[in-house]
């Protein structure tokens, strides 16, 4: 036990020099337990929590140290190994699959993900257990007077018709630091010419650019954005009904996200983490609508438009450094168009 | 009967060839198909990796002096279009690795035609396709090279398949040649079942040669075994005729022994020459008696041998044998009658019926004691007639009913009577090839019945 408290501080202080950014740490379950997992992730602590406590709940004698940061910092975090993690969750699907296909993922299987669909696992070693559509929110009091848009298509046009109503008034994902914005901008190029039209026009009415879906969304309940195009479909969920905050799935297409969990290749405790993985994936996808199940953020999204981006190797497509470089110098033209 | 001895079985030894050979061929075939499937399946990664490898390249363009590469997306999400495939690819221009798995194993592209190559890459065995492409650019006139692998999880899942294919193929194949051996094996066998049968069916003395045909292998056996069966017949015949020969021979010289002792014991006055001669007399009567049934059953066996086919009235032909032997049984002082008579006719030959009833009755009076009766009786009955002689004698010995046929055989009560032994196997063997049957039994009052029953055609 001396032993474990021991490397339990040289986690914490393992942690305090760590290059990565930690936005949130938080600890589960009994402080003398057997067994810590150690989960690295991108989801909130809050929205999380529930998961990790329905688990401790039939796990006693089990502890579950959460460490939330960025999804770029959580692929760096498992390929740098400095720090040991047993399970990584992520939004950034295109990063999940570049571990696993470079070798930085376990292979896990069970009971619970050989029942699973093709389309919710990779390889054996990345399983999805949410799907999030991009939604666009748009502020009731900026579009007053108007017929509230329901496809790009209409977006656009409206925008192009009031140039002074939505100056300065457009948020979007700064896809140079968002993963999850890069992600959505590149699988919308290449279903859609509509998005570049759009990001073009974005770019006319000087576009601010976001980090994060949380903060879009604040700015559009607080009025000072009229427009959050690509926020997550999961936080603006949580805020339907607010004031102000009209949610838009685009009945053209809407592009389906997948969270996914991996076990990393250098997990101290697998097994423990195989238990969890499958207790949060099985929850996931016996649960339909319930409170994990794997369609509750689907909300009120047409189903015929929603277009699930494939967990496969093509996402390591625009992961590639020429075609990022590419892309990025396009999209950057087109939003700043200096 | 001795059995033959018996070493090894041609269906045996062909049913473990056939199905020996037939589970070769099945584990050949499955080696085959497994070998082709293997490489079906390794042409069709390849194809797929060259035809993403080559997409990758047509999207290389020189624009302003400066090599671009835009990735297609198809040509990687192509790789895992069936099954989970980790991918991996390098795009170089000259030494200088552009993007990609720089450690990835190089690959010498030969030209426009992709290069093949299996190898380990972060401990999974991949197979790299590599295309190669010159490109004019400021810096110079390069090679471009795009490799492309991929892992070979779908391709053991295939070869997976097919050898569970190949190896239901084999088995297969293995129980449908199986069941044919056996049936083969059955089809070879059968023209010496059928031989086996057609000789085992033949009467004792049948000795015909084999007429039916026979496949062109038995044929040397069928003709040894008719030229066996000749030699057979000539010798038979020989010994009958020796046989009839000598008794006739022996017969008459006899006779004259006989006449002779017959005036010696009557000039003879001591009483125990009378008695000697009296012997005498008496073996020369049984050497006589054997004599003349030998050659009786000479004659049988000759008439056997062509039966006659006339129509036998049964009840003249009993008439005639108790008349003709009736003063015999006045002699032994027994009552010779005939009974119940109903009309009654067989396909036969006189002579040797008549023959085997009077050796009935004869027998009939051999073994009875003085002053009884002997009834001979023809009755229609449902299915047949029988002629029954009936006696009043000792009766037969239980014991040995069916042996009293055989040749010289005798009941084990018939001590001190004249007899031979041959009586009965005469009456058998006529009445056997007349189809009709010799039963002997015991009458409920002691004495002995024997019946001769023919059956309605």
Redesign the interface.
């Known amino acids: 036990m001396r032993q474990f408290v021991l490397s339990l501080c040289l986690i914490c202080w393992g942690s305090l020099t760590t290059a990565f950014e930690i936005e949130d740490q938080a600890r589960f379950g009994p402080a003398e337990a057997a067994t810590t997992l150690n989960i690295l992730s991108t989801t909130d602590t809050a929205i999380f929590a529930p998961m990790i406590e329905s688990y401790l709940a039939i796990t006693p004698d089990t502890a579950i140290a959460y460490t939330v940061a960025s999804s770029t910092d959580v692929a760096g975090a498992v390929i740098d190994g400095d720090e040991r993690f047993d399970l990584v969750i992520s939004s950034a699907m295109d990063l999940q699959i570049k571990l696993?296909?470079?070798?930085y993922a376990r292979p896990h299987i069970s009971a619970v993900t050989r029942a699973l669909p093709e389309w919710a696992?990779?390889?054996?070693m990345v399983f999805a257990f949410t799907q999030e559509p991009a939604a666009i929110v748009l502020s009731d009091t900026a579009f007053a007077g108007l017929t509230m848009p329901r496809s790009r298509e209409e977006l656009i046009s409206l925008l192009r018709r009031h140039p002074d109503r939505f100056a300065g008034k457009v948020g979007t994902y700064d896809l140079r630091i968002s993963g999850l914005g890069y992600l959505f901008a590149t699988q919308e190029s290449?279903v859609s010419e509509t998005y570049w039209r759009l990001t073009q026009v974005m770019g006319g009415l000087n576009a601010r650019l976001y980090c994060c879906s949380s903060q879009m969304i604040d700015d559009v309940a607080s009025g000072d954005l009229a427009v959050a195009y690509n926020v997550l479909g999961s936080y603006a969920l949580q805020r339907e009904g607010e004031e102000n905050v009209h949610i838009l799935f685009p009945s053209d297409f809407t592009a389906l996200m997948l969270r996914t969990v991996l076990i990393p290749q250098t997990a101290t405790a697998p097994d423990a983490a195989g238990a969890f993985l499958d207790h949060m994936v099985g929850q996931a996808h016996s649960g339909g609508n319930g409170p994990f199940g794997i369609d509750r953020w689907l909300g009120q999204s047409d189903a015929a438009a929603l277009r699930r981006i494939?967990l496969?190797?093509?996402l390591?497509?625009?992961l590639?450094?020429?075609?990022r470089a590419?892309f990025e110098t396009e999209w950057t033209n087109a939003i700043l168009q200096q | 009967m001795t059995a033959p001895a018996v070493a090894g079985s041609i269906r045996r030894r062909l049913l473990v060839m056939l199905i020996g050979s037939a589970g070769l061929l099945a584990v050949l075939l499955y080696f085959v198909v497994q070998n082709v499937a293997r490489q079906v399946a390794q042409q069709s990664q390849d194809n797929i990796l060259s035809a993403s490898a080559l997409s990758v390249i047509d999207s290389a363009r020189t624009v302003d002096g400066e090599l671009t590469v835009d990735l297609p997306y198809a040509a990687l999400s192509m790789l895992d279009s069936v099954t989970d495939e980790r991918v991996f690819y390098t795009i170089r221009f000259g030494e200088e690795v552009l993007t990609g798995y720089a450690d990835l194993p190089r690959v010498t592209a030969a030209g426009a035609e992709a290069t093949h190559l299996s190898a380990q890459y972060l401990g999974e065995e991949i197979r790299i396709a590599a295309v190669a492409r010159p490109f004019s650019t400021d810096l110079g006139r390069e090679l471009l090279e795009v490799s492309v692998a991929q892992t070979l999880s779908g391709q053991r899942e295939s070869l997976a398949r097919s050898s569970r294919l190949a190896l239901s193929v084999g088995a297969g194949f293995f129980a449908l040649t199986a069941i044919l051996a056996l049936l083969i094996a059955r089809a070879t066998v059968r023209p010496f079942e059928r031989l086996t049968a057609s000789i085992s069916r033949r009467g004792p003395t049948d000795l015909r040669p084999v007429t039916a045909p026979v496949p062109q292998e038995m044929a040397p056996l069928v003709a040894s075994l008719n030229g066996f069966m000749n030699r057979l017949e000539a010798s038979l015949n020989r010994s009958e005729e020796f046989i009839a020969e000598a008794a006739h021979r022996v017969r008459t010289p006899l006779a004259v022994v006989r006449t002779k002792a017959e005036i010696i014991q009557h000039n003879v006055k001591r009483q125990e020459n009378k008695a000697a001669i009296a012997e005498m007399i008496a073996a020369i009567d049984e050497s006589s008696r054997t004599a003349g049934q030998l050659l009786d059953h000479a004659m049988v066996s000759f008439r056997l041998d062509r039966l006659a086919q006339e129509e036998v009235d049964l009840r003249a032909l009993m008439v005639a044998t108790v008349d003709r032997l009736r003063p015999m049984a006045d002699i032994a002082d027994i009552l010779l009658e005939t009974g119940v008579a109903d009309a009654a006719s067989v396909k036969g030959d006189p002579i040797l019926l008549q023959n085997a009833l009077q050796n009935l009755i004869d027998n009939a009076i051999k073994y009875s004691p003085a002053g009884t009766a002997i009834t001979v009786a023809l009755e229609q009955e449902a299915d047949g007639a029988r002629l029954c002689v009936t006696d009043q004698g000792p009766g037969l010995p239980t014991e040995a009913q069916t042996s009293l046929t055989e040749r010289f055989v005798r009941g084990a009560n018939a001590a001190g009577i004249i007899g031979s032994g041959l009586g009965l196997t005469i009456v058998e063997e006529v009445i056997t090839a007349h189809g009709g049957i010799l039963e002997l039994s015991n009458t409920t009052g002691g004495g002995a019945c024997a019946s001769l029953f023919f059956p309605s055609a």
């Open positions: 696993a296909n470079d070798g696992r990779w390889n054996d290449r494939d496969g190797p093509g390591l497509v625009y590639d450094r020429l075609k590419a």
